[in-house]
């Protein structure tokens, strides 16, 4: 049996764990090799239910270690590369900005170029049996910058980054952007908006909430509390992802949306309705919200037109916000073990 052979990087992370289980149950044909530093927001435990799976290998490495990404293109002969390694938090790129500009502009250059120059020739020369060979690199909204209380982020939305986060990463999809453009390279960028459910780390927002809630501390809310999100269930992003790397059109952006707005407030609510049902203590968790300082350049509004990859290539999101939160509190909720 002839496999088909993919390198995903960051796929120790939230959405790329949870992308190369979806891969790997989906296609019984597929090899993964994933790589990943291992940073703070890397978790091998993210990936126990596959770790002795034989069409899996994870490799310990930084995406800005060249030699050790071609070492890996001349083992393995890639026939894609998924990319959603990068540094994503912007509470953090505000205080340390340094690691965004290396790992989310320089690290993703590093792939692209080895990547090129193992499937091609010169510009819009592919090396034979290479011309399939796809390059997915994995972005976001944030790029487009904020909103308005109306209005939709498309493809064509011209980009304003207002974080160290969000400019590092347009800087990504703009290098991604030449390669297909100059060189003639297979590449396809998506942008998606919020995503939760099973595996993320900690520190995110909704994580946040509900382990705060259940440890009976503060639940912190930027600001008023009316800051929107279009939220995403990862696991819509994953097939997402999936169609578009199967067969989305080459130098192509699709936009990944769960048309989900929900502001921060209303997901601490809901969040505690939930957990005052299934949890249930003597005073509601509502009344363990409370209001910090806002973050620096906290953009007010995100939300994603998905119509493209809807109409297109006939994606659809499976769950909305009201379904798959319970899903991920119910997953949270094992993970803090606080199960009675």
């Known amino acids: 049996m002839k496999y088909k052979v993919l390198l995903v990087t960051g796929g120790a992370g939230f959405i790329g764990s949870n992308h190369i289980v979806y ?136 980009y304003a980054p207002n974080s160290p986060y969000s400019a590092s990463k347009a800087s990504s999809d703009f290098i991604v952007r030449s390669y297909f453009h100059t060189y003639g390279m297979n590449v396809v960028t998506t942008n998606c908006s919020n995503n939760y459910g099973p595996k993320q780390h900690d520190e995110k927002l909704i994580p946040t909430i509900i382990r705060k809630a259940i440890q009976g501390e503060q639940i912190p809310i930027y600001g008023d509390g009316l800051n929107i999100r279009d939220w995403l269930y990862v696991l819509d992003h994953c097939s997402g992802i999936d169609i578009a790397f199967q067969q989305g059109i080459s130098g192509d952006t699709y936009n990944i949306g769960g048309k989900n707005e929900r502001n921060n407030l209303y997901i601490a609510n809901t969040i505690c309705e939930i957990l005052d049902e299934i949890l249930p203590k003597d005073a509601s968790y509502k009344e363990q919200i409370g209001f910090v300082s806002d973050r620096p350049g906290h953009d007010f509004r995100y939300a994603i037109d998905a119509a493209k990859i809807e109409n297109d290539l006939h994606w659809e999101a499976n769950e909305n916000f009201e379904t798959g939160i319970r899903k991920t509190i119910n997953w949270y909720i094992k993970k803090y073990k606080t199960v009675k």
């Open 23 to 158: 891969l790997l149950n989906k296609y019984r044909t597929l090899r993964i090799v994933n790589l990943d530093k291992l940073t703070y927001a890397g978790e091998l435990s993210n990936l126990a239910e596959i770790s002795s799976n034989d069409r899996y290998t994870f490799v310990k490495g930084d995406i800005c270690d060249r030699e050790m990404i071609q070492t890996l293109f001349n083992e393995y002969q890639f026939d894609g590369v998924i990319h959603f390694a990068a540094e994503s938090h912007v509470d953090n790129s505000i205080e340390a900005p340094d690691e965004f500009i290396r790992t989310n502009i320089f690290g993703t250059f590093n792939l692209l170029d080895v990547a090129k120059n193992e499937w091609m020739d010169g510009p819009f020369k592919h090396k034979e049996g290479s011309i399939h060979k796809r390059f997915l690199h994995i972005s976001t909204d944030e790029v487009y910058g904020t909103l308005g209380a109306t209005g939709l982020f498309t493809e064509d939305t011209p």
